[in-house]
């Protein structure tokens, strides 16, 4: 069965520090991967999207950026961290091509930037 | 604007009562919407799915309706137990193959013993 990990599972980092968030997904191949941020009192908002190593999809700008090094690692970093970064950061996988089918997220990420 | 709207923010019940919750979209086209369910601090779970076509579908003591028309679905829940105390995300796909997810902001529902 397939299986999503995401570490850590909480952090606290000063502000103008830099940040690494890592999401892996056991059990396929070639998923599509997906990076959400869901602040306090908000929605998810979909941060960036993956079809494949190397392919990198930007919903919003901002200072975070995505990368794929290997097919099922998914790392979120930002070279300095904002106070509006504060959130809960989860990471999702699907077989799609396309967002149309369902996501299974993982644990998610509780980062707090003071 | 493609938006989801969830009402109630938040509910009280006892345990052992039924509650709906709603969401109302404006997404269009539309192609799916999905229930998920959220328990505090991890990740999302989906409830059900349902299409253009479909009216009502359950999953145990969860039950969703949806009604294309006026672009309104509920989620039933019938005889609440302490572990429904969650976050329930309604989520709504646009039409198209590229269509992007909507994401409600959620109702948070506490069950009382």
């Known amino acids: 069965s397939q299986t999503i990990h995401q570490w850590p599972a909480t952090l606290v980092q000063p502000v103008g520090s830099p940040l690494s968030l890592e999401c892996t997904v056991e059990g396929t191949s070639n998923p599509n991967l997906y990076w959400y941020r869901q602040a306090a009192g908000r929605g998810l908002q979909l941060l960036f999207y993956?079809?494949?190593?190397?392919?990198i999809s930007s919903e919003v700008p901002q200072n975070l950026s995505a990368s794929r090094p290997q097919d099922r690692q998914f790392i979120l970093s930002s070279k300095k961290l904002l106070l509006s970064d504060s959130g809960f950061y989860l990471c999702?996988?699907?077989?799609?091509?396309?967002?149309?089918?369902?996501?299974?997220f993982g644990p998610g990420t509780r980062l707090t930037v003071t | 604007k493609n938006q989801v709207e969830q009402s109630p923010q938040s509910l009280i019940i006892l345990e052992g009562k039924n509650c709906t919750l709603q969401c109302n979209y404006t997404v269009s086209p539309f192609s799916n919407l999905r229930w998920y369910k959220q328990d505090t601090g991890r990740g999302p779970v989906s409830l059900t799915i349902?299409?253009?076509?479909?009216n009502t579908k359950s999953n145990g003591r969860y039950t969703a309706t949806l009604d294309a028309d006026t672009k309104q679905s509920s989620l039933h829940i019938t005889a609440s137990q302490l572990s429904d105390s969650a976050s329930y995300i309604c989520?709504?796909?646009?039409?198209?193959?590229?269509?992007?997810?909507?994401f409600g902001k959620g109702t948070k529902l506490s069950v009382k013993p």
């Open positions: 999702a996988w699907t077989t799609s091509p396309t967002l149309s089918y369902e996501q299974y």
């Open positions: 349902m299409t253009f076509s479909e």
């Open positions: 993956s079809v494949g190593i190397g392919q």
């Open positions: 989520v709504v796909r646009g039409g198209g193959s590229q269509g992007n997810l909507i």
